[in-house]
């Protein structure tokens, strides 16, 4: 039996081992809203008001170093933007702040950029192409790709 499809991903809880360090990043960077914080030990952000889209705790983690990353765990946080603009937008705002890229890919399905957050988490920065824009073979099936974005294209669209 299928999952209900309306059912979705509602919120990402990350530890992290300095809340003002990610806060930096996913506020001050990302541009999400504090909706709440809880001294140096958890803070909800959201975009447009909603009451998380991301939690952040040191509640395990303060002061830790990062997971190995061949280790189990999380590997990315998707953040899905609206259209191309706000994509651009993104992008803009992380190479304003110097902070590395790790890649950037057309999926055929969706343009995304990668990099990580000051806990060396996983982070994509992404927007879907109309579904009727999306690569599928003959039969129907759906045929993701993963070609290289062309940032400059992208920025772009910000003129």
């Known amino acids: 039996m299928a999952i209900h499809p309306q ?8 530890k992290v081992s300095d ?3 990610a806060l930096a990043f996913y506020e001050g960077v990302l541009g999400f809203e504090l909706q709440q914080r809880f001294g140096s030990q958890a803070a909800f952000l959201s975009a447009g008001g909603y009451h998380h889209h991301i939690g952040l705790n040191t509640w395990e983690s303060a002061g830790s170093s990062p997971a190995p990353r061949r280790a189990p765990g999380l590997y990315h946080t998707a ?16 190479l304003e702040a110097g902070i590395p890229l790790e890649g950037a890919s057309d999926h055929g399905v969706s ?5 990580r957050d000051p806990d060396d988490n996983g982070v994509e920065l992404y927007r879907d192409r109309p579904r009727a824009e999306w690569p599928r073979q003959a039969d129907g099936e759906l045929s993701m790709t993963s070609g290289p974005l062309d940032l400059q294209a992208l920025l772009a669209e910000l003129d």
């Open 19 to 21: 809340l003002d360090r």
């Open 111 to 115: 343009e995304a950029i990668y990099l």
């Open 7 to 14: 059912v979705d991903i509602g919120h990402v809880h990350l």
């Open 79 to 94: 953040i899905r933007y609206p259209d191309r603009r706000e994509l651009a937008d993104a992008l803009h705002r992380v």
